[in-house]
């Protein structure tokens, strides 16, 4: 690190940390150094889930040992800032994919409010408003609600993804997305279920068009 770097660092320290490791050199804009971006692998890919009024789910990074990891400590060991270096990598996805233009609202898969309460946050709802916030698109924060308490999909096989999913979601304050088109964000697709789950539930409620948007996808992972 420069000294003019070191000098800023002691002023803003916060800004010149890469939240993923905590190191202080080699820093970049995205609160990702250069050191962490090598190991992550990023994709940009789409997966199509072909249900009527469900455009492609696109996805950013692949599936690998550092994705995974840093996945985990952000939804379930407390991480909740790595909202910003992963809010980051969403949005390189959105101007890679030209998503920005279509969008009307972003929104995010809700969780349920006990287990918000419990955690202390969703970490697709910071990923969303971070991404809100930064590229001035509205957010939708309070137009679905998860009101069914569910198992851990992870721990199901497709068909009983399904099934734990039924009617789990609900609209609410339909009018603010009637006839737009959303940017639904989520932070893993492994089957599609929560993502065609809470589709289906804005499309039955009027809206245009849903579009995905998750990290990363375990449905390809070769590991
Ligand atoms: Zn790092």
Redesign the pocket.
């Known amino acids: 690190m420069g000294f003019m770097d070191r000098i800023t660092n002691m002023l803003f320290p916060q800004e010149y940390i890469?939240l993923?490791?905590k190191?202080d050199t080699h820093y970049r804009k995205d609160y990702?150094?250069t050191?962490?971006i090598k190991l992550i692998e990023l994709a940009n890919r789409e997966v199509d889930l072909e249900l009527p009024g469900i455009g492609k789910v696109y996805y950013s990074t692949l599936y690998n040992r550092f994705i995974r990891e840093k996945l985990h400590a952000f939804k379930f060991q407390g991480k909740s800032y790595l909202y910003k270096p992963f809010g980051e990598i969403l949005i390189n996805t959105i101007k890679e994919k030209g998503l920005e233009t279509n969008i009307d609202a972003i929104t995010f898969v809700p969780i349920h409010k006990r287990k918000k309460a419990l955690k202390g946050y969703n970490q697709s709802e910071l990923l969303a408003m971070y991404i809100s916030k930064q590229l001035g698109i509205p957010l939708l924060d309070n137009h679905i609600l998860k009101v069914k308490w569910t198992k851990d999909q992870s721990t199901l096989g497709k068909i009983d993804r399904e099934k734990n999913l039924k009617d789990c979601f609900k609209a609410i304050n339909i009018e603010d997305f009637i006839g737009k088109e959303i940017l639904l964000i989520d932070d893993i697709i492994t089957t599609g279920t929560t993502m065609e789950e809470c589709s289906k539930v804005f499309i039955e409620n009027k809206a245009s068009r849903v579009h995905g948007l998750t990290l990363t996808s375990s449905r390809y992972s070769d590991d």
Do not use: D, E, H
């Open positions: 890469c993923f490791c190191g990702i150094c050191t962490c």
